[in-house]
């Protein structure tokens, strides 16, 4: 690459289609030509860490895979990771009631009376949605003090987990958290930055995940509720639907999903039945039923 062309760095129409369905193809996640400039500098980042001279020799480095951290890190650049705590809260005002009560009533019949209740949160950034489901749980719910609760939390960027497993955040990730909590399960860090204490991190089991990726998602069964929140608004209606068939796969007969507000489960799939609950819909595995 060289110094005018590191100053001018941008895709020809060629590139960009190929870069996009090799990512499509990896990911599910598909760019519109409007994204163009978003595209563009960040696999400029990962042409200049790779220190490969050009996007050719990157690309094709990349599809070869002999260096599968070049994925990973174009993943990390390419995946939006806005979250806070707190976030879209009135959906785990319906986790607390209706939902963890008819899920402990129809584990008592599967003979599980105190659990486990596992509860998935996908895609989960940097924690921000699996913490704030564990302090609602401590806080808000009786049953926790003898009811077994799983919290697993998954993500297709591997730096985001990293922050997530430290737990430490800035001012603007923190703004709806109590006061009272906010001094209860964190410690100041510096300036302006918490971390949330150790018991709440261990309470969390993190996953590296992709979604569209049906053979890796074998691996996650039997989750009683799930969060896959303001995800599936950047799928394509094929990837919207495999993501939607390998969600029902990882979730026990009766299971409750939840999606983001801007998001409907109906316009992509018919295997889950909606529920319309006191705060919102939420989308169920009907039971019995069998992928």
């Known amino acids: 690459m060289t110094s005018a ?15 996009r369905e090799y990512f499509y ?7 519109t030509t409007g994204k163009r400039y978003f595209v563009d500098k960040r696999i400029e980042a990962c042409v200049r860490a790779s220190g490969h001279h050009n996007f050719t020799a990157w690309f094709s480095s990349l599809r070869v895979g002999d260096r599968p951290e070049l994925l990973q890190e174009l993943t990390n650049q390419l995946t939006v990771n806005e979250t806070y705590f707190m976030r879209e809260d009135y959906q785990f005002d319906a986790l607390l009631n209706p939902v963890l009560p008819q899920v402990l009533a129809a ?9 486990p209740i596992r509860i998935l949160s996908l895609p989960c950034s940097t924690g921000e949605e699996p913490f704030s489901i564990a302090m609602r749980l401590l806080e ?22 990293d922050r997530a497993r430290h737990g430490s955040y800035g001012e603007r990730s923190l703004q709806r958290v109590p006061k009272p909590w906010l001094a209860k399960y964190f410690h100041a860090v510096g300036a302006g930055r918490f971390q949330i204490d150790q018991g709440i ?19 996650f069964t039997d989750f009683d509720v799930v969060f896959c929140r303001n995800v599936l608004i950047y799928f394509d209606e094929l990837s919207s639907r495999r993501a939607a068939e390998n969600l029902f796969g990882a979730m026990r007969p009766g299971g409750y999903l939840f999606l983001g507000h801007a998001e409907s489960m109906s316009r992509i799939s ?17 039971m019995g039923a069998r992928q």
């Not at 193809?25 to 760019?31: D, E, M, N, S």
């Not at 584990?107 to 659990?115: E, I, L, V």
């Open 5 to 19: 062309a590191a100053q001018e760095f941008r895709l020809s129409t060629a590139e960009f289609e190929r870069f």
């Open 25 to 31: 193809k990896r990911t599910g996640i598909q760019f």
């Open 107 to 115: 584990a008592a019949q599967a003979g599980r009376p105190n659990g």
């Open 140 to 161: 808000e719910w009786p049953p926790i003090s003898h009811v077994d609760v799983e919290i697993h939390a998954a993500d297709i960027d591997s730096d985001v987990l």
């Open 201 to 219: 991190r261990d309470a969390v089991t993190f996953h590296r995940m992709n979604v569209c990726d049906t053979p890796s998602m074998r691996a």
């Open 270 to 286: 018919p295997i889950f039945t909606p529920h319309r609950l006191p705060q919102g819909i939420a989308y169920q595995r009907p």
